[in-house]
């Protein structure tokens, strides 16, 4: 392995959502004037900590903020440019779709290094990746509703009380919903954290208790160690594909029992690729999303304090690996793993909730 670089956007292409279909719509953002001078972020100093809350337990007033400020995100898709604009417009990176965008072309193979594509997936780049997407994407919502301590809610999906679709992402008309879904997330259904594709037929105190079984081997068993937990290095074009014990399950399951089902008709009348929760290239699209991973996120931190070798990686390669992001000003920069280490100093924390999974030895 060696620190992966940001992604050249000058070379990013069609995306595909199978090995044989293309995505129909370009995933790749607006390339920024000084590409060859892009800045390395420096995280900016804070007064409050952002404190992320389990999406089962907010009030009404966060959630209507919640809705507002992707509303407004959504807005910034549809803002129509003048006619024929000269220089053309460049879409707003801080918008919905854009958002949604980075997602598919970090994972979909827009991004390419010689002729091989860019993955974010099944490896070390899983755990930090997602956190400054979802450190971004946070940060344009709260300034969209001129709000610097907004957070983003987590879905609580290790804890019995969150482990149903939560429901503010379930209102039908507002900006957290989505039609393409599976039809299960709707009637209350207990998730199956080790869902891949069969429903189950035991009850939902089962259901439950599997699940914390499952947390408690995916986070003690199973990653007793760094490379475990966080998945395995990345070399370019990489076919190996070694993900993280929770990367694997749960975090697959609960985007395969969110998204549509494969080969079902989609509303609009296409087929299903698992839209859009179970693709890389539409889960974006999918406000639920962000909170899923809000979750995965905390995990990362829940990991930390289980004690034995549970530690960060130190493998250079590791701590210097870039990505590219535009902040919530869509000013472009470089972003490197060794700086999202640390969730305070990132200006976050996450609100606590036992974490029964601990006591589930199986
Ligand atoms: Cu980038 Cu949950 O996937």
Same mark, same amino acid.
Request: glycine fraction near 6%; proline fraction near 10%.
């Given at each position: 392995a060696s620190p992966l670089p940001p992604p050249d956007l000058k070379t990013c292409s069609t995306a595909h959502k199978s090995k044989t279909t293309e995505v129909q719509y370009s995933c790749c953002p607006p390339i920024p004037d000084d590409w060859d001078s892009v800045p390395c972020y420096t995280l900016p100093s804070m007064t409050k900590l952002r404190i992320r809350q389990p999406a089962h337990a907010v009030d009404e007033e966060y959630i209507a903020k919640y809705q507002l400020a992707t509303s407004r995100m959504k807005e910034l898709d549809t803002k129509k440019p003048p006619v024929r604009p000269d220089p053309p417009v460049r879409p707003d990176p801080r918008s919905f779709k854009q958002q949604a965008n980075i997602h598919c072309a970090y994972c979909n193979?827009?991004?390419?290094f010689g002729d091989k594509e860019l993955q974010v997936h099944n490896s070390w780049n899983f755990f930090p990746f997602h956190r400054w997407y979802l450190y971004f994407y946070e940060r344009i919502l709260g300034s969209l509703i001129d709000d610097p301590t907004f957070a983003l809610p987590y879905w609580n999906w290790d804890h019995p009380k969150g482990?149903?679709?939560?429901?503010?992402?379930? @209102?039908? =008309?507002?900006?957290?919903?989505?039609?393409?879904?599976?039809?299960?997330? @709707?009637? =209350?259904t207990v998730i199956d954290l080790g869902f891949f594709g069969d429903e189950v037929q035991i009850n939902e105190l089962q259901v439950m208790t599997n699940n914390l079984t499952l947390m408690y081997r995916q986070m003690v068993t199973n990653a007793p160690c760094p490379l475990l937990f966080f998945g395995a290095p990345y070399v370019l074009g990489n076919n190996v594909e070694a993900p993280g014990t929770i990367e694997n399950i749960p975090h697959i399951p609960v985007h395969i029992w969110t998204g549509t089902v494969r080969c079902s008709t989609l509303p609009d009348g296409t087929s299903s690729f698992g839209e859009d929760m179970g693709n890389f290239y539409s889960a974006?699209?999918?406000?639920v999303f962000f909170c899923h991973h809000a979750n995965v996120d905390r995990m990362w931190n829940e990991w930390k304090t289980l004690g034995g070798k549970r530690r960060n990686l130190v493998n250079p390669d590791w701590l210097k690996s870039e990505y590219f992001f535009y902040d919530e000003n869509s000013n472009p920069y470089r972003v490197r793993?060794?700086?999202?280490?640390d969730t305070k100093k990132m200006g976050y924390d996450y609100a606590p909730m036992p974490t029964l999974w601990r006591n589930f030895k199986p």
């Amino acid at each position: 392995a060696s620190p992966l670089p940001p992604p050249d956007l000058k070379t990013c292409s069609t995306a595909h959502k199978s090995k044989t279909t293309e995505v129909q719509y370009s995933c790749c953002p607006p390339i920024p004037d000084d590409w060859d001078s892009v800045p390395c972020y420096t995280l900016p100093s804070m007064t409050k900590l952002r404190i992320r809350q389990p999406a089962h337990a907010v009030d009404e007033e966060y959630i209507a903020k919640y809705q507002l400020a992707t509303s407004r995100m959504k807005e910034l898709d549809t803002k129509k440019p003048p006619v024929r604009p000269d220089p053309p417009v460049r879409p707003d990176p801080r918008s919905f779709k854009q958002q949604a965008n980075i997602h598919c072309a970090y994972c979909n193979g827009a991004y390419k290094f010689g002729d091989k594509e860019l993955q974010v997936h099944n490896s070390w780049n899983f755990f930090p990746f997602h956190r400054w997407y979802l450190y971004f994407y946070e940060r344009i919502l709260g300034s969209l509703i001129d709000d610097p301590t907004f957070a983003l809610p987590y879905w609580n999906w290790d804890h019995p009380k969150g482990m149903r679709f939560p429901p503010m992402f379930d @209102r039908e =008309g507002t900006s957290l919903y989505d039609e393409r879904r599976n039809p299960h997330v @709707r009637n =209350g259904t207990v998730i199956d954290l080790g869902f891949f594709g069969d429903e189950v037929q035991i009850n939902e105190l089962q259901v439950m208790t599997n699940n914390l079984t499952l947390m408690y081997r995916q986070m003690v068993t199973n990653a007793p160690c760094p490379l475990l937990f966080f998945g395995a290095p990345y070399v370019l074009g990489n076919n190996v594909e070694a993900p993280g014990t929770i990367e694997n399950i749960p975090h697959i399951p609960v985007h395969i029992w969110t998204g549509t089902v494969r080969c079902s008709t989609l509303p609009d009348g296409t087929s299903s690729f698992g839209e859009d929760m179970g693709n890389f290239y539409s889960a974006g699209l999918d406000p639920v999303f962000f909170c899923h991973h809000a979750n995965v996120d905390r995990m990362w931190n829940e990991w930390k304090t289980l004690g034995g070798k549970r530690r960060n990686l130190v493998n250079p390669d590791w701590l210097k690996s870039e990505y590219f992001f535009y902040d919530e000003n869509s000013n472009p920069y470089r972003v490197r793993v060794k700086d999202c280490l640390d969730t305070k100093k990132m200006g976050y924390d996450y609100a606590p909730m036992p974490t029964l999974w601990r006591n589930f030895k199986p």
